[in-house]
């Protein structure tokens, strides 16, 4: 019963702003990690952060200084704000989170289906 959903990707210039949003839906129980990972063709999938225990985690070094992520646990929700948005930007992000859940009970993965970010004049 548990989903991730995500927004907020799409086609933007170079130097240009997104900000990506996930929220997790159904029988939660709590929420461990949650955090964006993002894949570019014929790349690996790589972390890009995570907030564990409200600390921000394992961020990708090619972003800092221009993403942020932020949590909103009220409303199972995790944020990205990518700034300065750069071409090699490219890719579909990914939200990810270990979940306890009612039917489920163990704390198990959960990824959402993925949105698309383009960054292209």
């Known amino acids: 019963q548990v989903q991730l959903v995500e927004s907020g990707g799409g086609l933007v210039q170079p130097g240009g702003s997104l900000r990506l949003s996930c929220v997790a839906s159904?029988?939660?129980?709590?929420?461990?990690?949650m955090g964006w990972y993002r894949q570019a063709p014929g790349k690996q999938r790589e972390l890009v952060g995570i907030?564990?225990?409200?600390?921000?985690?394992n961020f990708l070094d090619s972003v800092k200084g221009r993403f942020t992520i932020s949590r909103d646990n009220a409303k199972n929700a995790v944020y990205l704000q990518m700034n300065s948005l750069k071409p090699e930007d490219t890719a579909v992000y990914y939200c990810?989170?270990?979940?306890?859940?009612?039917?489920?009970?163990?704390?198990?993965?959960?990824w959402g289906q993925g949105t698309q970010v383009t960054v292209s004049s």
């Open positions: 990810n989170a270990g979940i306890r859940s009612t039917s489920r009970t163990n704390l198990e993965e959960y």
């Open positions: 159904g029988d939660i129980l709590s929420i461990y990690g």
């Open positions: 907030i564990i225990g409200g600390n921000i985690t």
